[in-house]
C-alpha cells in the first residue's frame, strides 16, 4: 500500500504529469486563440448558453486554458492551476454528457476548430471517446493536486 | 484550498488577454463580445421537420425548374424560406443575389459562381447587410442564403439576421454548396470579381 502511494506522488510522475496537463491546455487554447468566431461557433453547437453569451465564452475560455498552461508547465500557482484545469474538464465533460443524452451530435472543438462535416453516429461516437479521454487526463489533475497536496504538508 | 486570488487572478489575465488580443484582431477573426445569435438551448433550434418550404407554382412550365420571382413573395411572418437545387438554380439564372454565410476562408476556397460573402460567424456580417441596404436592394425580393448543407445553420442563422434588419424574402438553399457542386453547375474561387 505504501510502495503504491510512493508510486503515486513520486517526482518522477508528478513532474510529467504536470507538464503533460499544462502542454495539454497549452495546445488546446492556441487554435482557439487564434480563431475565436470558429470556436465560438463550436461553443454554439453545444446549445447550453444563451446565444448573447456564447461570444464572451469563446473570448475569454481559450486564455484561462493558456494561463492555466503556463503555470502548470512553468511550476507556479499549481495547485490553483490544477483546480482551474480540473474544473473546467468537469465543465467539458459535463457539456458533452448532456449532448450525448440529448443525441444533439457536436464536433468537441478541443483542438481542432474545422472538422469537417461527418455522420451523426460516428460525431456521437467520438464525444463518448472525448469524455474517457478527459477522465484520463482527470487523472492527471488528481496527481498533481495529491502532490501539491504533500508538499504543503511537509514544507515549511 | 484554492487560493481564490490567485484563480481570480488568473480569470482577470484571461479576460484583459481576451480584450487586447481581439482588438487587435482582423475583422474575420474578431468577435461582438455579446453575441446576436438565436437562443441556442433549444434543439434544434432551426432545422425543424416542420421547415417552411417554398411552393412550386401551377403556372410553371412543365420540366422548367423554377420561374419568375414572383413565386417567391415576401413572408414578412417568417425569416425563411427553403428552396432546393433546382429553384436556385433557375433564381441564380434571373440575376437574383446570392449570400454565402460560410466563413471567408471557405468562401475564398469555392463559392457558387457570383454570390456575395456574408459570414454570420464573423464581424463583418452586419456591414455587409448594412451594405445590402445602401446598394438600394428591395427589402422585399427575394435573397437566396446557403451554406454548407446538411445540418449547415449558419445559412438560417443569416437568414434570420437578415430578418431583423427587415429584410423579408430570404430564401436558403438548403442543399447549399455541397449540392450545387455535386451537379456541376458554376463554382467561382477567390475574392468575388
Redesign the interface.
Known amino acids: 500500500m505504501k510502495s503504491e502511494r510512493s508510486w503515486w506522488r513520486s517526482p518522477w510522475l508528478s513532474i510529467r504529469a504536470q507538464i503533460g496537463l499544462g502542454a495539454i491546455f497549452a495546445a488546446a487554447a492556441v487554435p482557439k486563440?487564434?480563431?475565436?468566431?470558429?470556436f465560438?461557433?463550436m461553443i454554439?453547437n453545444?446549445?447550453?448558453?444563451?446565444?448573447?453569451?456564447?461570444?464572451?465564452a469563446?473570448?475569454?475560455?481559450?486564455?484561462?486554458e493558456?494561463?492555466?498552461g503556463a503555470?502548470l508547465i512553468l511550476g507556479f500557482?499549481k495547485?490553483?492551476?490544477a483546480?482551474?484545469s480540473g474544473a473546467m474538464l468537469l465543465l467539458f465533460v459535463g457539456a458533452l454528457t448532456v449532448n450525448l443524452v440529448?443525441g444533439?451530435p457536436v464536433n468537441c472543438g478541443c483542438f481542432d476548430l474545422h472538422a469537417k462535416?461527418r455522420p451523426k453516429a460516428e460525431l456521437l461516437a467520438d464525444m463518448r471517446w472525448t469524455i474517457v479521454r478527459d477522465a484520463a487526463i482527470l487523472l492527471l489533475v488528481a496527481q498533481v493536486l495529491s502532490v501539491n497536496r504533500k508538499e504543503r504538508r511537509i514544507g515549511p | 484550498m484554492v487560493r481564490l486570488w490567485q484563480a481570480a487572478a488568473v480569470i482577470g489575465a484571461a479576460i484583459f488577454c481576451a480584450f487586447l488580443s481581439n482588438r487587435a484582431a482582423g475583422p474575420e477573426r474578431r468577435l461582438p463580445w455579446v453575441g446576436d445569435y438565436p437562443d441556442a438551448r433549444t434543439v434544434p433550434v432551426l432545422l425543424s421537420a416542420a421547415a417552411p418550404t417554398a411552393v412550386p407554382s401551377a403556372s410553371r412550365p412543365p420540366g422548367v425548374p423554377g420561374a419568375s420571382t414572383n413565386e417567391y413573395p415576401p413572408h414578412p411572418d417568417r425569416p425563411w424560406v427553403a428552396i432546393s437545387g433546382d429553384q436556385a438554380l433557375s433564381l441564380q439564372g434571373q440575376g437574383i443575389p446570392f449570400l454565402d454565410a460560410r466563413r471567408t476562408a471557405v468562401y475564398l476556397e469555392g463559392h457558387i459562381a457570383g454570390a456575395r460573402s456574408l459570414p454570420i460567424w464573423e464581424s463583418t456580417v452586419d456591414d455587409g447587410i448594412k451594405k445590402l441596404y445602401e446598394e438600394g436592394y428591395d427589402v422585399n425580393a427575394p435573397l437566396v442564403v446557403y451554406c454548407s448543407g446538411g445540418d449547415c445553420e449558419d445559412s438560417h442563422m443569416l437568414a434570420e439576421r437578415l430578418h431583423r434588419f427587415g429584410f423579408n424574402n430570404a430564401l436558403v438553399y438548403t442543399g447549399g454548396f455541397p449540392d450545387w457542386e455535386k451537379r456541376g453547375l458554376p463554382v467561382e474561387k477567390g475574392a468575388p470579381r
Open positions: 486563440i487564434f480563431d475565436p468566431p470558429a465560438a461557433h454554439y453545444y446549445r447550453l448558453l444563451p446565444g448573447s453569451a456564447v461570444n464572451a469563446a473570448l475569454v475560455l481559450p486564455w484561462i493558456i494561463w492555466v503555470a500557482w495547485r490553483t492551476a483546480w482551474i440529448r444533439n462535416d
